[in-house]
């Protein structure tokens, strides 16, 4: 018997929202609709399709090593040098580079709980020790309590705002403040992945920050808003002498030349940007307008998902709506029983899911009454 490293006993394996292929082959049901992992149900832009044809021709060929048309175009956009950012197999590979980079045998990294789930077992891989730290009410950051975890063995501090799974934002003064009491060699990740879609006046620009604080990082990716997880691509922007520590980590063509072409295409399309946007804002005010309405609860969400307290066993809404051929992300996994995360989707999508929902909480509400008056009796 090959023993693995010990540390790997202690993680286990990563369980993504349900893939459409599988439910269709499970139940045999036609419509599938996947509210469970926070893609952009509006596809990706035309002028990335077109990028990716053109490419196809390159195929044979490696892809260039740092991306440098596309860093390029995004450090313009951005307002930002080429050489502060690094692109990934989606963001969650510039996660594990930083932790393959920087996490030493029993630094301390501090986080949120709930948050990612990316962040812990990639700390738990390096030998590092997670430090979660405890939500405020409705699912927010306690970013003074995060402070206070920080001492003389941490290394490393996650932020992810908006957070996934309770899609809220921390607020900019705290934020500011959280920013300036993290000491210059702790790395602060800032992990942006939904910050296209946060709206909201207390949302903090990060980007001006990062030349005064060059112990801070920023996460981006196009697997959200443009429309492209199935492709790959995510970045970090930060200090250029962190860039290329994380460069002599990373593997060489770790962006493929389609995903390199496809990002570089889908940032000339502010049509599409804007119309997903505009879209998914539609969407969620009807969702939270139904949830109101229904006497639901829920975390506010700056996202393109939101975490709703229905009241009832998340395990088993999640199955009943699974018969219906729609998926969306039980809370119990994440450490709220009574929760699920639903992606907000196309309208006649985040309609076919309301008339799932309402349909199994009044049968669910009708069982309820009905054990109660048996209590009674
Ligand atoms: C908060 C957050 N960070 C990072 C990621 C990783 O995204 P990707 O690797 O597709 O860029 C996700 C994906 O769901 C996310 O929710």
Redesign the pocket.
């Known amino acids: 018997m090959v023993h693995t490293r010990p540390q790997i006993d202690k993680i286990s394996m990563y369980s993504p929202g349900k893939p459409v292929e599988e439910l269709k082959r499970e139940k045999g049901l036609s419509r599938i609709v996947k509210m469970a992992?926070?893609e952009n149900p509006f596809g990706y832009s035309p002028l990335a399709a077109e990028a990716i044809r053109a490419e196809m021709k390159e195929i044979p060929l490696y892809p260039e090593v740092t991306s440098p048309l596309l860093a390029e175009k995004l450090a313009n956009k951005l307002g930002v040098s080429p050489n502060q950012i690094v692109f990934?197999?989606?963001?969650?590979?510039i996660?594990r580079l930083l932790t393959r980079t920087y996490i030493n045998e029993g630094d301390e990294v501090v986080m949120a709980r709930v948050?990612?789930p990316?962040y812990k077992p990639n700390v738990i891989i390096e030998g590092g020790v997670p430090v979660e730290v405890k939500m405020l009410e409705g699912g927010r950051h306690d970013l003074t309590e995060m402070a206070a975890a920080i001492n003389e063995k941490t290394k490393m501090v996650f932020v992810?705002n908006?957070?996934?799974p309770t899609g809220t934002i921390v607020d900019k003064a705290s934020l500011k403040e959280f920013i300036q009491q993290v000491p210059s060699h702790v790395l602060l990740v800032m992990?942006e992945?939904?910050y296209e879609y946060a709206d909201s006046d207390e949302y903090l620009e990060t980007l001006p920050l990062l030349h005064q604080h060059k112990n801070m990082v920023v996460?981006r990716?196009?697997?959200?808003v443009y429309g492209l997880?199935g492709l790959?691509?995510?970045y970090g922007l930060m200090d250029a002498e962190m860039v290329k520590a994380l460069h002599k980590v990373k593997e060489p063509f770790n962006v493929n030349r389609l995903a390199q072409a496809a990002a570089s295409a889908s940032l000339d399309d502010d049509e599409f940007l804007h119309e997903s946007i505009r879209l998914n804002q539609q969407g969620r005010e009807y969702l939270i307008q139904q949830f109101k309405e229904m006497k639901l609860d829920y975390f506010k969400s700056q996202t393109n998902f939101i975490m709703v307290d229905i009241a009832a066993p998340a395990e088993e809404v999640y199955e009943f709506l699974l018969n219906l051929g729609v998926i969306i992300r039980p809370g119990h996994l994440m450490g709220y029983p009574t929760m699920i995360r639903v992606t907000i989707g196309e309208q006649k999508d985040n309609h076919y899911f309301i008339d799932g929902l309402k349909a199994y909480l009044e049968n669910y509400r009708m069982n309820e009454k009905e054990v109660k008056s048996d209590e009674h009796a």
């Open positions: 992992s926070n990934g197999n989606g963001s969650d590979e996660i948050t990612f990316r992810c908006p957070n996934n992990d992945a939904y996460l990716t196009f697997s959200k997880a790959r691509v995510g």
